[in-house]
């Protein structure tokens, strides 16, 4: 009974640390709740005489009923056909607390947040327990089933996937190359919420001449293209499911997007932002402003 106490102590005074990483990996704060109840079940009936680490052995058990939270996840979503809405669909902190799901968002970054969201499980892990909590590769490798290379492998493509940064980038080049990212994340898959967030209130989407000429009131399905669309929640309906093949690039250093056609740049998506909300985007496929246009891919 003594030791059945004190190891209930003991992951009482990890609690907060392992509450961090489980919100982390899941993105919920709900979910991350439900997630150390089963660890807790797992811990209080397994046998931890002959462990040396318990805290490294706590991390080890939160991380994995996490994992396979994680791939529950992705399997209900491979069971759904291609034309359901919600098949890839990301999720920004989903759960039944809104306030607490908003601040866990807040205090990790919605872009940051999002981006997670599309990483393969075994990706998301490695990445949020090494880069974010220092946990060794070794640890890491046995928990995903690799090897400790291949667990530095998952959290490196991870980390391209969400920094996606070259070294010359400054912060806040790479947080708005984030938030752009982000973005066209959630468009691509119309999580309308994620496109809310993301999108200052007073957000203006406007085109071009040459954007109009080319069909795009059609493909946009809005006819004030050109003279401008205003306010979020129009622009977030706007995006929505589309700008599938837009790609991120930096437009004269500036975070954008691009949309390429037989390896020529179409249509460049230039990109306003102010205190981490995008406050204005522009389409333009005029060729001679592209080709005035410095575009790094």
């Known amino acids: 009974m003594e030791n059945a106490e004190c190891l209930a102590e003991r992951f009482e005074a990890a609690r907060p640390r392992l509450q961090r990483i489980a919100q982390r990996i899941l993105g919920s704060a709900t979910e991350s709740d439900d997630a150390l109840q089963e660890s807790w079940l797992r811990i209080s009936r397994a046998d931890v005489a002959g462990v040396e680490n318990l805290e490294g052995w706590l991390t080890t058990v939160v991380a994995r009923v996490c994992l396979d939270a994680l791939k529950r996840r992705e399997s209900r979503r491979e069971e759904l ?9 990301v999720t920004i902190a989903p759960g039944e607390r809104p306030e607490e799901e908003a601040i866990l968002a807040d205090s990790i970054g919605i872009a940051l947040l999002i981006l997670l969201d599309v990483l393969p499980p075994a990706e998301r892990v490695a990445f949020v327990l090494h880069d974010m ?37 400054d912060a806040l080049t790479q947080r708005h190359d984030e938030l752009v990212r982000a973005f066209l994340a959630a468009s691509r898959v119309g999580n309308f919420s994620a496109l809310l967030a993301l999108l200052d209130p007073g957000a203006r989407l406007r085109a071009d001449a040459a954007v109009v000429a080319m069909g ?25 499911r589309r700008a599938r093949a837009a790609r991120s690039a930096l ?33 333009i496929a005029d060729r001679a402003a592209i080709a005035q246009s410095v575009i790094e891919r």
């Open 81 to 89: 056909t291609p034309e359901d809405p919600r098949t890839n669909m």
């Open 133 to 169: 909590f220092d946990v060794p590769f070794h640890d890491i490798a046995e928990l995903v089933g690799r090897t400790t290379e291949a667990a530095r492998q998952l959290a490196s493509r991870a980390r391209r996937r969400v920094r996606g940064a070259s070294a010359g980038r």
């Open 216 to 240: 795009g009131a059609a493909y946009w399905q809005n006819d004030r293209l050109q003279t401008g669309i205003e306010g979020a929640d129009a622009v977030a309906r706007t995006f929505s």
């Open 251 to 283: 437009i004269d250093g500036t975070p954008g997007a691009v949309w390429m056609h037989a390896g020529e740049v179409r249509v460049a998506f230039r990109f306003r932002i102010v205190d981490d909300r995008i406050t204005a985007i522009d389409l």
